[in-house]
């Protein structure tokens, strides 16, 4: 038989979109066998209609891509500026980067965005926690050991963001959140039971009331496909983990996510759906937002969490802040002789991602 | 058999941080050809220097790590049971490494 001659690999399975071209890519959203080019075509393209659809951007919009440097956010930095020249968006892009000050992690992955800005010609911002703290994640990891590093790190990075993106005049941030992210959150925060996160951390776009609003043009996005997108494409982008990040509870949520995805790729979307369905009871206390009495941040308390977690640094109490917070920013009140009773529960920190 | 493997998104810290490998493989005892399942084993206990378990899950790829065989989605040619020949290109790719 002439097609025994063939091997498998290089058999005659064809692209089932143009069915041309060998197909190269299994879809997990679809289950479809794409060859390459309409794998381009149809990834560039669903981002562009979930752009339009949900309306993430305004013709003239300054916009910050958070770039870490990392696969999802090198590859949303060279898609948006893609559709944006190709669908005349009217965008100013610029990449926003977070230097937390971690030696052998970041200074790599931020030569790597350096790169980006270059490759893509967008203007680069950096903006580093030694500079808007005084203290770099070296050194508080020296301090505090690497128990509840991730807990500084990641309330650090939310506020660093926004401080970036006020320094820009930026209208909105964009991050490279993917479909995956999403579904692991939505676990994560029910294993949690916060239920301020899980009704927010399936909206495309977040933080309409605040200074600076964030979206994830990447929420409906298999990281798989991603991944095989800067593959196929060569994208530059840096692939290490943090030194100092154990953050084990959401380890395993991702890893229950990955063995569900293999078993069926649609429990992804399923479970984002799920997350955008939930109807929270409205008898259920929800944080009240206010700002933050030192720094003027959106906080629920009377010091936002960076505030709490940066006075416990410089008066040598690191434990200041972490875990269950409502004590704490008690002691505060009593320390800085201001009454009045903690108006509201306050929602857990949630690692290094900023939902 | 000659192949060439390739580590990357953080895989390749697993082997000593070199991400392209060309390597010669000896046919198993008794068998004809040379599939996946029996690669992945030989990558396991020759080539892979630390944590294993980053890399393999059971007889298979730990789940987020994506393999192409010559550019090709492995998802397509079989996984497992996929069949290589003299000068393939093996690519694992970990898509579990920060965004």
Redo the contacts between chains.
Sequence with gaps: MEADAKPKKSGPRLCCICNQRRAVLKRPKTLEQICRECFYEVFEEEIHQVIVENQLFKPGDRIAIGASGGKDSTVLAYVLSELNRRHNYGLDLFLLSVDEGITGYRDDSLETVKRNELQYGLPLKIVSYKDLYGWTMDEIVKMIGLKNNCTFCGVFRRQALDRGAALLKVDKVATGHNADDIAETVLLNILRGDIARLSRCTSITTGEDGPIPRCKPFKYTYEKEIVMYAYFKKLDYFSTECIYSPNAYRGFAREFIKDLERIRPRAILDIITSGENFRISTSTKMPEQGTCERCGYISSQKWCKACVLLEGLNRGLPKLGIGRSRGLNNDIKKDTKQGGGTKSIESKQCGSLDF | MQLTLEF???LE?LCESVKVHNVNIDLPKGADKLTMRYLLSWVRTDLIKERPEMFMKGESV???V?V??????W????QLD??L?EKDVV?F???????
């Design positions: 990357g998104g953080g810290l730990r789940p987020g994506l192409l065989v010559n550019d090709c989605d998802e397509l040619t079989g996929t069949t020949e690519v790719i970990s898509t579990l490494h920060g965004g």
